[in-house]
């Protein structure tokens, strides 16, 4: 563990710039707080905080000068991995035939993603299942991933729908990061106890000024993030989770969010685990040129499950329902974990404020098998 | 009640290039159903595939397609896709002509378990165009006749005009001793077959159940229908099969669209084992 | 001799299986073998419904005429089957044409003469209208599925 002052953050900035690393990190844009590329700390949102609740998010001025203290905003580190537009290639007519030029996927730039928070680092890890674990292997995925740096921040303030304790996502992160920090403030003092989470996380840390950490600092630190733990106001009942959903397909419930559902489609947007695209083919006017890209897609969309014979589940109902059922059980199933991280981005992005750990609770409240 | 595997992809990242084969002959077997003859050409050297496996289909400018192989797994070289014309892509590829080129990738999915079905009746239904997904297990079994029993096929389509392969149906009755049972479900004054439901089929063969492996493919309430019936005649869970359909855009388990419940139909089906996915079958707008 | 190969007949007869012997031996006193060529007609649509068979082998098609369409068939009946529930109920007539579309062998059924031992022996006429209901409800079934046209891609619905 080491220490690094406040004053000091700058060094570790430049440090991964000198590395040849793009930073990316929070920063203030249109009255939130995204991810976008970084070259100071003047660029972080210093004494900038967030209230959120369903439907609801807004930025307020903190009463002291934290780098962090606020929690996630609308946009999560997946932009950076699996970017919600890519063209996957371009075609050309030749002869009878066409030549397919695949897009550039290798060596994209090295990328240090800056205040990654442990619900969004074990948002990273489930995607790293879902595109590089299985028999085929998403390469765009991958390459991004390869030539990412990851420096998390330990949570030590919250905000109000997140509930990373109850999926065990945090607020400290335990792996996957090269360089993690945990932000005290106190007596006087602000400093960073920093730990370095691999062989290269050690070696910025190891170049840029700092010292050993004390046992009263890393107390502090620890103490930080126990205390975030129990500031989480809202909870979810995980216990045999992805059984009761089973067993509940047909709760009355599923009614009741589909009065309130608009199927926006913002709740998959901003999920960091969400993964579902599709692709669009188009061509010029000539066409003798035509391009592939992928994009984004969500499960909400009305023709997501269309087949020759129509849609699959036209009604929002069975759509609200295939998304939480996936998130929380079918995933379990699929990848081994629960798909959902905590970090209440769907209940404050939410036009009608659905809350998903309450709608866990009404389902296992009326106990109504099928 | 493990099947057949998918067999790993023949490089990394082959699931997602798309090659071009040229088109080599177009059959029409109905007004709006076609069966593509494709020339592999260069990737006709290394492309193998399993009966009950996919490939996508890509025409140029227009997109992709999920289509299943319906051509006899040991001829390398050329490939037999029967598509039913439905949507944009489909109709994209109702109009090329001998000599044209369109994209591949693949192939996909899970396959038929026909290794379970050595030394035993096999009992095959297929509904509709769900017959050219199981065209390449009666390849497959005919190739080796005498490893399997007695192959029964009960094959219901709406009407005569609808049948595919009517020349191979005869062929397979006529001189690879397959019981072939043909029902349409309506009929003009000129069929002297079967009319009625394709489970109504089953009153007219005796099955063995305890030694009878059942492959089923066709729309999903035609699938639910049949296996009522086999079970009905007494077929143990475990050896029923059927073949599921979802939409389809990566065929790779990586774009959603295809979830049936937790199953992803491009890797884990889409032919499944009945208890694999029996307590989805009832579930509504899955 | 005659009488004897008919009990033989209906007792393997799938429709009559688990039939009381005296229940059995009302039948045969109303029943006879018979023998339809291909293309010979058993129905005519409209006439009084008075017999109903039992199929041994060979194929029947129902078949009704659509005015413009032409003769429609929509069901066949085959080894095993029963054909014809109409002499059990009133009006007691025929609703289609029943064709053999290959040659058949059957027992047919004199259905006046069974209808009146119905009404004599209640018994005996539930045993009849309960094996017709089991029929019947099969058939419908079947019907169902028929009509639902499983096979074809609703207008507006393609992918």
Known sequence: ?370 | MKHETIPAPAAPGEGLRIHTVTVKKVIWETDDTFTLQLDLGEMGETFSFLPGQFNMLYVFGLGEAAISISSDASQGGTLAHTIHRVGTVTSGLAQVKRGDVIGLRGPFGASWPITAARGKDVCIVAGGIGLAPLRPVMYAMLRERTAFERIILLYGARSPLDLLYRVELEEWAKEHNVEVLVTVDRGDSSWKGYIGVVTSLFSYIKLDARATVGYVCGPETMMKYTIDEMERRGLAEDQIYLSMERNMKCAVGFCGHCQYGPEFICKDGPVFTLPRIRHLLDKKEL | MQTENLAEILRQHPFLAGLSDSHMQVLIDCASNVRFAEGARLIQEGEIANKFYLVRTGRIALETDVNARGKIRIQTVGPGDVLGWSWLISPFRWHFNALAVAEVRAVTLDGECLRKKCEQDHDFGYEMLSRFSHVMERRLEATRMQLLDLYTIPPGAQA
Not at chain 1, 280 to 290: I, P, R, V, Y
């Open chain 1, 1 to 370: 563990m080491y220490i690094i002052d406040s004053t000091e953050l700058q060094n570790l900035l430049e440090e991964l710039i000198s590395r040849g690393y793009l930073l990316i990190g929070p920063t203030v844009r249109s009255g939130a707080i995204v991810y976008d590329s970084i070259r100071s700390v003047d660029d972080l949102p210093r004494g900038i905080g967030d209230e959120q609740q369903p439907s609801r998010y807004r930025l307020r001025r903190r009463d002291d000068a934290m780098f962090f203290g606020f929690v996630v905003g609308p946009v999560s580190w997946k932009k950076f991995l699996y970017p919600p537009r890519l063209t996957m290639f371009k075609a050309a007519k030749a002869g009878r035939g066409f030549t397919i030029t695949p897009g550039r996927t290798e060596n994209p730039p090295k990328k240090a993603f800056f205040g990654v928070r442990p619900c969004e680092l074990s948002g990273i890890l489930m995607q790293d299942q879902v595109f590089t674990a299985g028999t085929y292997v998403d390469r765009p995925y991958k390459a991004a991933r390869d030539n990412a740096f990851i420096v998390a921040v330990n949570c030590t303030v919250t905000g109000g729908n997140c509930f990373c304790a109850s999926m065990g996502t945090g607020p400290g992160a335990t792996k996957g990061f090269d360089i993690a920090l945990t932000e005290v403030m106190g007596g006087g003092k602000h400093y960073f106890v920093a730990s370095g989470g691999t062989p290269r996380g050690e070696e910025v840390l190891e170049a840029v000024p700092h010292r050993d950490a004390t046992e009263p600092e890393n107390k502090s630190a620890l103490d930080a993030v126990s205390r975030a733990a129990k500031s989480l106001t809202k909870k979810m009942d995980v216990r045999d989770l992805p059984q009761v959903l089973k067993d509940n397909f047909e709760h009355p419930r599923w009614d009741d969010v589909a009065g309130r559902c608009l199927a926006c489609t913002n709740c998959t947007m901003v999920c960091p685990t969400c993964f579902c695209s599709t692709v669009e083919d188009s061509t010029d006017l000539t066409g003798m040129h035509a391009e592939r890209d992928r994009r984004w897609d969500s499960c909400f969309t009305m023709d997501f499950t269309k087949v020759a014979g129509g849609n699959i589940r036209p009604s929002i109902r069975a759509r609200y329902r295939q998304w939480m059922t996936h998130k929380l059980s079918n995933w379990m199933d699929q990848f081994g974990t629960l798909g959902c991280v905590g970090c209440g981005r769907c209940i404050t992005w939410c036009p009608s404020g659905i809350d998903i750990t309450a709608e866990v609770d009404a389902i296992r409240g009326n106990g109504v098998h099928e």
